[in-house]
Each structure stands twice: as C-alpha cells, then as structure tokens.
C-alpha cells in the first residue's frame, strides 16, 4: 500500500529579537522513502541564494527577515519514493506581475540586496529542479548535486547560475531549461551541467550561455529569442559545433570567428562531422533580437 505524507507550513517567519540576524526559517529532513527530490521554488522579490550543504538534510532555509516582513509558503509531500516540496516566498504588499516590473523599473521602498535567503540543497540525493524568480536577484550554485533537470523562469530578475568549484553534475541531465522575459541571467560552465539539451527562451530580457569549456557529452541547443539578446560563448575551434539559425530581417546574428557558414543559415566549426563525439548542436530562432557569439578568452 502506497503512503502519502503531507505537510504544509505558511508563515515560518520566527519571533527574533535582533533584526538582520540570520535565521533557520525551516529545513526537509530526509527520509529513507525518498529516493529523488522535486523542488519548485517561486519568489518575489529578495536575493536568493541556492548551493550544496553539507547536512544530509534535503533542504534548509535561512534568511535574515524580520516576522511578518514576508509571506512564506512551504508544502511537503512524500509519493512513492519521490519527495515534491515547494516553496512561495512573497513580499507583503508585493502585486502581480505589472507591480513587480514596475517596482523594478522605479524602485521599490526597500532594495533587494538588503532581505536575502540562502537555501542548500544535500549532495546526496538526486533532484528536479524548478524555479522561479520575479523580482530581485538570485545566485545558483550547482556544484557537485545530482540534478536529473533544472528550470528556470526569470521575470525581471538578475540571475546567475554556475559550477563556480568546477564540480560538475554528479550524474547525466536530461534538460537544463531557462526563460528570460525581462531579467538578465548568465549560466556559466554550462558544459558540467551534463545536460543532453539545453532550451533557451529569451523574450525582451539578457541570456549568456558559457560553453566555454569543452563539452563532457554531446548537447542539443535550442534557443528562441523575441526581442532580446542572447549571447553564446563557444570553446576553442577545436569542439565540433553546428549552428542552424532561422531569423529575420528585424534581427542581428554575430557568428564568432571560428564559425564558417556552410549554407543558409548554417555554421560549424572545422572539427565539426556528422559523426563527431561530444558535438554541440544549435537549433536558433530569432525575431527581433540579437544572437552574439564569442569565443573563448585565451589564457
């Protein structure tokens, strides 16, 4: 017979005296049913920070807010042998999206940097990543976790995500999926994510994708872009690379030097072959927008 837990905790903000302090919000202890872990994460405004722990714990909070400063929401469920939690993190006062841009644009009563949470994530457990950032600004440190798939949604955040210990994925991803409506994300030392595509949405928003580094498997790119920018950042002309662009005459595309058009609107590196290992493949669309491609910085 399949059990079932649930939990759910709203407002976990805890009676401190002494505002600015950092404080333990709440955690997920783990439990031996679990065998994988669905995270979905939502916030409004703040810096979030997400990183390894050490605590075999599936997941703790910490933040330095003062009580009633914001709205938390948390629900634990156990199915089977996989662990859904998901976490709200709102502003008191915040509104709906044309409030959050246009606390963005004009400012806000409160900056961002000032209210913070930091969340570590166990290395022990494999994950499914979700989450989604309004407003603010967050940092994502995915060294050395096990992540099956990772998704982000950035509204009119700056985000930056990477393996800044140059620990990669512990296992194979599947997708590593990013959307940027008006924000700016960078991802760095996207080629240690493992991850077999990569799906990249840019609407009027910044997306820096660093492939720099050589490529551990074969990647499948796929990026639409509205009127935004997004930036690709190739390793050395040694790694096969495929590049199909679909655009418009309303567009700009910057092929990188190591780039050679092959055809209309095809490029590839000269190590590139059918058969190459360890390819990267991009499938591009582009509206209004702009695709730059670099080159990596030498040494």
């Known amino acids: 017979m399949q059990r079932y837990y649930a939990l759910m905790v709203i407002g976990l903000a805890l009676p401190f005296t002494?505002?600015?302090?950092?404080?333990?919000?709440?955690?997920?202890?783990?439990?031996?049913?679990?065998?994988?872990?669905?995270?979905?994460?939502?916030?409004?405004?703040?810096?979030?920070?997400?990183?390894?722990?050490?605590?075999?714990?599936?997941?703790?909070?910490?933040?330095?807010?003062?009580?009633?400063?914001?709205?938390?929401?948390?629900?634990?469920?156990?199915?089977?042998?996989?662990?859904?939690?998901?976490?709200?993190?709102?502003?008191?006062?915040?509104?709906?999206?044309?409030?959050?841009?246009?606390?963005?644009?004009?400012?806000?009563?409160?900056?961002?940097?000032?209210?913070?949470?930091?969340?570590?994530?166990?290395?022990?457990?494999?994950?499914?990543?979700?989450?989604?950032?309004?407003?603010?600004?967050?940092?994502?440190?995915?060294?050395?976790?096990?992540?099956?798939?990772?998704?982000?949604?950035?509204?009119?955040?700056?985000?930056?995500?990477?393996?800044p210990t140059g620990m990669e994925n512990r296992i194979l991803m599947d997708t590593f999926y990013v959307k940027v409506e008006l924000g700016n994300v960078k991802v760095n030392n996207l080629s240690l994510s493992r991850a077999s595509h990569v799906i990249a949405d840019v609407g009027f928003g910044n997306l820096t994708l660093d492939l720099s580094s050589k490529p551990h498997n074969s990647q499948?790119?796929?990026?639409?872009?509205?009127?935004?920018?997004?930036?690709?950042?190739?390793?050395?002309?040694?790694?096969?690379?495929?590049?199909?662009?679909k655009d418009s005459w309303l567009c700009s595309v910057k092929p990188a030097r190591t780039l050679k058009k092959t055809g209309e609107g095809t490029f590839a590196t000269s190590a590139y072959s059918p058969e190459a290992p360890n390819a990267l493949i991009f499938d591009l669309d582009v509206a209004m927008g702009n695709i730059i491609f670099r080159e990596k910085k030498q040494d």
Not at 220 to 244: C, F, H, M, Q, Y
């Open 18 to 163: 002494l505002a600015g302090q950092i404080k333990k919000q709440f955690s997920v202890e783990d439990h031996a049913q679990c065998k994988t872990v669905q995270l979905r994460l939502k916030a409004n405004a703040g810096t979030c920070f997400i990183k390894p722990g050490d605590s075999p714990e599936l997941l703790s909070m910490y933040s330095n807010q003062d009580p009633g400063a914001y709205g938390h929401q948390f629900v634990k469920e156990i199915r089977g042998n996989r662990c859904d939690v998901q976490v709200v993190i709102e502003e008191s006062g915040r509104g709906g999206v044309g409030q959050t841009i246009s606390t963005h644009l004009f400012g806000a009563d409160k900056p961002a940097h000032e209210t913070f949470w930091k969340i570590y994530l166990s290395q022990q457990k494999p994950y499914r990543l979700s989450l989604n950032y309004a407003l603010g600004e967050a940092s994502i440190d995915l060294s050395g976790l096990a992540v099956e798939n990772f998704r982000l949604l950035s509204g009119s955040s700056n985000v930056r995500v990477g393996y």
């Open 220 to 245: 499948l790119i796929r990026g639409s872009v509205g009127a935004g920018n997004l930036t690709i950042i190739l390793p050395d002309e040694t790694t096969p690379v495929l590049v199909k662009i």
